[in-house]
């Protein structure tokens, strides 16, 4: 019967047999050495994608993994074209270090059931997930500008201290998600429904966040500048520091709090604002009288700035 352990001894041989090390494999596959040393100690597999990148990587045809091949590795049994293949791979990785690549990689690991992955630290992730299921997955202090995370199930992911600028977050569900200290500036959150994250001392310049929902957050010390909420559900949720530039139309409020705000140029075009309090807040002049013809409660406003 075919195991993890298994295919994790197939891995090793293969990778042995072309002379390449856990790390150098793993800098070529985009993971952490440790993931690498898990396949062959059997205590985890690589879904499908990884599989078909290993294949290429160590010379080998797919059937290699499969019960029906034998275990032994033996180079003389493989094509011409595969011996070369390795020899060449394992030339490459032996130079690998003082080589840089101009050709922007552009995997696309979509449809991948990701979960327990250790992405932390990586540069240049610029591959695209789409319809995947990431499931506590460690992203940080990862690169993850241009990202596109479409009609995806992302919980219990780590992404603090990543920049995650420009990326697209379409159809997603965000859960339980921490985005603490992350760069956001620049990126789009379309259609997503967002429920216990946070987002401390996030960046959140430029967000555009649109037709989705956003409930039950962490917001403190984030940046808010230039960011727009449209047709935004928003529901228990604390906004402080400053808000400048900021757009708020057609969205719903539920127990939405602005405390210790400076809320300058930001514009609310709502039916209701009623369920909007403020606590020791301050606004310029223009927000005081959009706020005012939404019929929201401006008690908690202190102070008006010219």
Request: glycine share 6%.
């Amino acid at each position: 019967m075919l195991t993890t352990k298994i295919i994790g001894q197939k891995i090793a041989e293969a990778r042995k047999k072309i002379n390449l090390s856990q790390a150098a494999l793993a800098e070529r596959l985009f993971i952490s050495s440790q993931a690498v040393g898990k396949w062959e100690r059997g205590e985890s597999m690589p879904d499908l994608i990884t599989f078909n990148r290993l294949a290429e990587l160590l010379g080998v045809d797919l059937n290699y993994f499969s019960e029906n091949f034998s275990s032994h590795f033996n180079v003389e049994s493989q094509s011409e074209s595969q011996v070369n293949k390795s020899a060449e791979i394992s030339t490459q990785n032996k130079k690998f270090s003082g080589i840089s690549n101009k050709k922007k990689l552009t995997w696309d690991m979509s449809h991948g059931n990701w979960v327990d992955a250790d992405f932390s630290g990586l540069k240049n992730l610029h591959e695209k997930f789409s319809a995947s299921n990431m499931q506590r997955c460690l992203f940080i202090g990862s690169d993850l500008s241009e990202l596109l995370l479409k009609n995806n199930h992302v919980e219990g992911c780590d992404f603090s201290a990543s920049n995650i600028k420009n990326s697209h977050l379409q159809g997603s569900y965000l859960s339980n998600n921490k985005f603490t200290k992350c760069s956001l500036r620049g990126a789009v959150f379309s259609g997503s429904h967002i429920n216990d994250c946070d987002f401390n001392g996030a960046d959140l310049s430029g967000v555009e966040f649109r037709t989705g929902v956003i409930t039950h957050s962490m917001l403190e010390k984030a940046i808010w500048y230039n960011t727009s909420f449209t047709g935004m559900q928003l529901g228990n949720l604390v906004f402080d520091g400053t808000l400048e530039d900021c757009y708020f139309e057609n969205c719903a409020f539920d127990m939405i709090t602005f405390k210790n705000a400076r809320i300058i140029n930001t514009f609310f075009k709502n039916k209701s604002l009623k369920r909007i309090r403020f606590i020791d807040c301050q606004a310029d002049k223009l927000t005081y009288e959009f706020l005012k013809l939404g019929k929201a409660n401006l008690n908690g406003i202190s102070r008006v700035i010219d």
